[in-house]
């Protein structure tokens, strides 16, 4: 129909005939014909008037105008509202149209696929037009890989799969990853920025809650560690809102693309471990950055390195190290806990609330932005890190080592020396026997240094070391009586009851 003008110009002003218009329009000659004999029946003339367009002159000529409905359409803004109430339906709606007019109303069928029309039609999208080196949109796929134990064949966990890709360029990055924890997710992007070679000027993921600690559709709350990276990589976040997948169209793409280029290829082989899965994935993701694509021209490496890589930020003179960062009260004990294990602080911060930020190696406390302490981190669950330095004096004076119980014991004498080492090598735990070596050491003060040596002396001739023989020499001045003497004085025990030494040879 768009030829009609053509047709009519070819015929009045060239003179061609039909045979000759229909091979220079590639239309045939019986179309030809009824075009002009259409023409010649109308009440139009050559030359066309200037204001008559090709929609006018095709209903002069084929008087398609618009057609009388016999059928009335439905209110279809009012039938949107009342299905957004619980409980409605198309069909009550459907009767309540048909109670209103059943004769001009359209069937069940016709009045559902009307709206349905109708609602394709209210949807609008704006395409994207993305800048070389400018967004990097982030995803997780839903499939997941299993890791399995080689021993048992038990799956350990399920991998998740990172993807991340350029707006500009569709050049992509894919991972295996322990979890969607917050150290895997931060430090994933920092993998990311170095398979790049540089950092994109705005990150925009999902909602997850390593990456958004509240979600809003205008001003989402970002996690702050998160936050802390990118300000590190000197990038910005914008996450897509919440349940609008079009905000990060090109992620949702880049995961079907790798569900279907790498994790379908995957399915039917076994992975042992975390490395060997990202080896493998590796290998694929290297095949589909180099693959030639469709709509644009060469592959997704040749464009990134055409568009993207120029464009991007330059990587920082460091890496970022994930820290850890929570806030927590200090104890009574002047420790704080974290992850299962206590770390101590100056105990004139009890009951302040101090900022800890732990890395791979050093767990660090603030307390008002200003470093307080810092201590080596340890992973041993129930454990104390404690300085000496954060104790109060009193504290201190009751600390006592194995080492300075024994230098004390020493200064005492050796027989002494003797029985606090029996007592801290009999004991499951050094801790244990400290404060029966200290009511040792502190006979001193009611007997004297040499009183305290001799008996222990004469216990550890009888073979007797405790505290309660110790004592008993001391309170019954028996530590100078040689030994022969005080064996002499116990008089042996008969009974009828005592066998004797001859009854067991």
């Excluded at 002499?488 to 009851?497: I, K, L, W």
């Amino acid at each position: 129909m768009r030829k009609i003008k053509d047709v009519l110009r070819l015929k009045f002003e060239v003179g061609l005939s039909h045979r000759d218009i229909g091979q220079c329009l590639s239309l045939g000659p019986s179309t030809v014909s009824e075009i002009l004999s259409r023409f010649k029946s109308s009440d139009l003339s050559w030359p066309l008037p200037e204001a008559l367009n090709d929609k006018t002159l095709e209903a002069q000529l084929y008087n398609t105008g618009p057609v009388q409905r016999q059928k009335r359409l439905p209110d279809f803004m009012l039938m949107q509202q009342e299905l957004k109430r619980k409980g409605m339906t198309k069909l009550l709606l459907w009767e309540e149209y048909c109670a209103e007019d059943s004769a001009s109303a359209y069937g069940y069928t016709q009045f559902c696929e009307h709206y349905q029309r109708w609602l394709k039609k209210q949807k609008r999208s704006m395409r994207q037009h993305h800048i070389a080196g400018d967004k990097l949109f982030i995803d997780y796929c839903g499939p997941t890989v299993p890791i399995v134990n080689p021993d048992t064949g038990e799956v350990r966990y399920h991998a998740q799969i990172f993807v991340a890709t350029l707006g500009a360029t569709n050049y992509t990055y894919v991972e295996a990853g322990r979890s969607q924890r917050e150290e895997d997710w931060i430090m994933v992007h920092v993998r990311t920025f170095r398979y790049l070679g540089g950092v994109p000027r705005l990150l925009v993921p999902d909602n997850l809650k390593s990456a958004v600690t509240k979600a809003h559709r205008y001003a989402p709350t970002l996690n702050e560690n998160y936050a802390k990276m990118a300000r590190h990589y000197g990038c910005a976040i914008v996450p897509a809102r919440p349940y609008k997948p079009k905000d990060k169209a090109k992620a949702e793409n880049a995961v079907l693309i790798v569900e279907r280029w790498i994790l379908m290829r995957l399915r039917r082989e076994c992975f042992y471990t975390l490395a060997g899965l990202n080896a493998r994935i590796k290998v694929l993701m290297e095949e589909l950055n180099n693959r030639p694509q469709r709509l644009h021209p060469g592959s997704r490496r040749e464009q990134f390195e055409l568009l993207d890589k120029p464009a991007l930020m330059p990587l920082p003179g460091t890496t970022y190290e994930y820290i850890d960062s929570k806030r927590a009260k200090v104890g009574p004990d002047y420790h704080v806990l974290y992850q299962k294990h206590a770390y101590s602080v100056p105990h004139t911060l009890v009951g302040n609330t101090v900022t800890i930020e732990a890395s791979g190696s050093v767990v660090s406390i603030y307390h008002q932005n200003q470093l307080v302490t810092q201590h080596a981190k340890s992973a041993k669950d129930g454990g104390f890190s404690t300085q000496k330095e954060h104790m109060p004096d009193s504290h201190v004076k009751q600390r006592f080592s194995a080492e300075r119980l024994l230098h004390w014991a020493e200064n005492i004498g050796v027989g002494t020396r003797g029985v606090v080492q029996w007592h801290i090598h009999s004991r499951q735990h050094p801790e244990q026997a400290i404060k029966s070596c200290l009511a040792i050491l502190n006979l001193t003060k009611q007997h004297g240094a040499a009183r305290l040596e001799a008996a222990c002396q004469k216990a550890l001739l009888l073979e007797r070391p405790h505290r309660s023989v110790v004592m008993n020499l001391l309170k019954h001045h028996q530590e100078s009586v040689p030994s022969t003497a005080v064996e002499h004085d116990e008089q042996p025990v008969t009974h009828h009851n005592i066998r004797g030494q001859h009854y067991y040879q």
